[in-house]
């Protein structure tokens, strides 16, 4: 076995192969650039080497910088991760032309199944079922729109060498073909250097239900069942898990042995998933789910700890056996599933804003109660894989996923009980996540349900966004609460700095200001002269209530007001001039701003007219010159930001009167893009 590996990637996965290394005895070598000097990867590996400036395109993609990284520090191998250059045949090449051993496939391999018309040939080949489609490598637009015409509305135009969602566009009509081609292709270019795409018929309903593979150097080859990863916005995947609700026995060997065939075709070695869409006539009918091949991805995957829960096999150790030459620890007829798995990738995103990626500091980042379990155990548990710490930051240069929260239950229904309570633990403040966007979805009836197809979010929205789960009242009921009880924490026991509102005669009063969704409101909190508290919340319904306080472990509190109670935490954030009160609660997080009246006296208003930059990013192009008249909505400029596109709409009719920067151009977040007259 290998004495020592270099890891070529960053982030969680950095570290989930660290892990697995040092539980074997082997040693680890991370890389790292500017922003991840100070990183969780480059701390739990035994080296780190750093390579270059922050964009990947300055480090994490310089291979040779990598390859002298490895040789100079006596690594004998090289694990890519996923993502970067996991799927570069170069790279591989490179890395044996080197003298190190590449932990994946053959470079053959990745190159077979890395252009996505090629590998349709292939598979067609094969006898592996396909989409019907365009995959030839004539990229004349014209011809590209004749053969969507052919196959007919709704059409996906999809990057030849892309995944992720990146370079994928749905067209629902032949008016709107030119455009999205033209999007895709600029996509698909910034992200993978190759414009060339293909086009295939948009299954309607469709299920996005994948095959993990193995295969050795000794001509075995095994699928290690599926994983379901329906639920997705923007083509990339939210929640998976596995098995895949629904799956009958021979559905599962039919696409198992389907995955195995690809597999071989191209003599595949190493961990790999092969990626079907699957068409249903309804939810309920698994007998008439027909599936097709869309693609292979040469890798590991993002999703690969729903497989090892249900398998209570480590993958990675795999990958370090096969990549050492050794053939399976397992043949088909041994594995076994074993329960139920969920995934959910918590996003530093804002769900409400379509999806915006959002940067900071994790102020404050307390996970679940998870149960440390040898992954040969089967687990019955929770599990976090991430590659942050508390204080560490989300760059722009980098995917927004903050961690990987995984369950395991025996049952569906109890790995569904198990993320939910987990979510509901997880506290992150300093930016903005989709945590409480993830529980709203694993609540839906179509999630519980397993009524799945990759629409689920859309069909759902309105039960998913712009969700308020505490309501004014209980927010307002424990920001007071909670600075009634740091106020005590401090004063000690001077009678004399004490915040009780003890008064020799009289009632003693404060007032508290707020502002939640947008709209300012005022809370009295009255003092009693035999102790109580009396809360009254203007824009809430009801009376003046009791507030009663009562402290539990840690910083947990357990207030009672207006009819609710509820467990919760608090935690401040300043944002610029304001203070941002974070709760926390078992059925829900929400914010709202606490105004310091003092603070903001003399400040003036911020005036329309402006259009900034939502994140820091590049500019790509404008749709607008000085002079237009424009309406509400109308695209005025395309961003690229943490590796996917982002249109700027106008916020109402009006006219442009200066644009104040050029495509091609670095923004940061909060510059002015443009001016407009409203």
């Given at each position: ?445 179509s999630f519980a349900t397993a009524k799945l197809d990759t629409a689920l979010i859309q069909r759902e929205e309105k039960a998913l966004f712009t969700q308020e789960p505490l309501g004014l009242a209980l927010t307002a009921a424990a920001v007071v609460a909670h600075t009634l009880h740091h106020e005590q924490t ?189």
């Open positions: 076995m290998f004495h020592k590996i270099l890891i070529a990637n960053r982030g969680e996965i950095a570290c989930r192969v660290a892990a697995t290394a040092k539980r074997m005895g082997i040693k680890t070598v991370a890389v790292y650039s500017d922003a991840d000097a100070h990183a969780k990867h480059v701390q739990v590996c035994d080296e780190a080497v750093h390579i270059g400036g922050s964009a990947p395109k300055d480090s994490y993609l310089r291979w040779e910088r990598i390859l002298q990284a490895a040789q100079d520090t006596g690594a004998q191998a090289v694990h890519p991760g996923y993502g970067f250059l996991s799927e570069n045949e170069d790279f591989a090449k490179a890395c044996a032309a080197a003298g190190l051993v590449f932990i994946g496939p053959p470079a053959s391999a990745i190159l077979a199944m890395g252009l996505k018309a090629e590998s349709k040939q292939l598979m067609e080949k094969a006898g592996v079922p396909l989409v019907p489609g365009y995959h030839a490598a004539d990229q004349d637009p014209a011809l590209l729109q004749r053969e969507a015409d052919r196959i007919g509305y709704p059409a996906l135009i999809k990057a030849s060498a892309g995944g992720g969602g990146k370079g994928m566009r749905v067209v629902n009509s032949s008016a709107e073909f030119a455009d999205a081609l033209a999007s895709c292709q600029r996509e698909a270019i910034n992200s993978f250097g190759d414009d060339a795409v293909l086009i295939e018929k948009y299954v309607q309903r469709p299920r996005h239900i994948e095959i993990q593979v193995f295969g050795d150097t000794h001509g075995n080859c095994v699928y290690l069942f599926e994983r379901d990863c329906s639920v997705q916005r923007r083509h990339q995947k939210v929640l998976e898990e596995a098995p895949a609700p629904g799956m009958t026995d021979a559905l599962r060997q039919q696409m198992g042995e389907a995955a195995v065939a690809a597999a071989k075709a191209v003599n595949y070695v190493g961990a790999g998933t092969v990626e079907f869409i699957v068409e249903q006539t309804g939810y309920d009918q698994p007998e008439s789910m027909k599936f097709f091949f869309m693609e292979m991805n040469t890798r590991l995957q993002v999703e690969h700890p729903v497989t090892e829960a249900i398998t209570g096999l480590d993958l990675v150790e795999w990958q370090l056996r096969v990549a050492n030459g050794e053939p399976l620890p397992l043949q088909q007829s041994d594995l076994r599933i074993h329960g139920h798995a969920i995934e959910a990738r918590i996003c530093a995103e804002n769900p409400d804003n379509n999806f915006l990626p959002a940067t900071g500091t994790l102020a404050v980042y307390r996970k679940p109660v998870c149960s440390s379990f040898a992954i040969s155990d089967v687990p019955s548990c929770v599990r976090i894989d991430d590659g942050v710490r508390e204080g560490d930051s989300i760059s722009p240069y980098y995917d927004s996923m903050v961690a990987k929260l995984i369950v395991h239950g025996d049952t569906r229904a109890q790995a569904l009980a198990r993320l939910d309570e987990a979510l509901s633990q997880t506290r992150i403040v300093g930016l903005t996540t989709n945590v409480q966007f993830l529980r709203h979805i694993i609540r839906t009836d401090l004063q000690g026991q001077d009678p004399f700095s004490r915040r009780d509102g003890w008064r020799a005669y009289g009632v003693a009063t404060r007032n508290f200001g707020f502002v939640f969704h947008g709209t300012p409101h005022v809370a009295l909190l009255t003092y009693g002269h035999d102790g109580s508290l009396q809360l009254s919340v203007a824009g809430a319904a009801g009376d003046r209530s009791d507030l009663l306080v009562y402290r539990e472990d840690g910083d947990a509190l357990h207030i009672s007001f207006a009819g609710e109670q509820a467990r919760v935490q608090v935690f401040h954030d300043t944002q610029g001039h304001e203070d941002v009160a974070h709760v926390f609660a078992p059925q829900g997080a929400t914010r709202i701003t606490v105004i310091d009246a003092l603070a903001h006296a003399g400040e003036a208003q911020e005036v329309g007219g402006r259009l900034t930059a939502p994140m820091p990013g590049k500019v790509v192009s404008f749709a607008v010159a000085a002079g237009d008249k424009v309406k509400a909505g109308q695209p005025l400029a395309v961003m690229e930001a943490m590796k996917m596109e982002h249109t700027i709409a106008a916020p109402a009719d009006g006219e442009v009167l200066a644009l104040l920067y050029a495509p091609g151009d670095q923004v940061a977040e909060g510059e002015e893009l443009l001016k407009l007259k409203l």
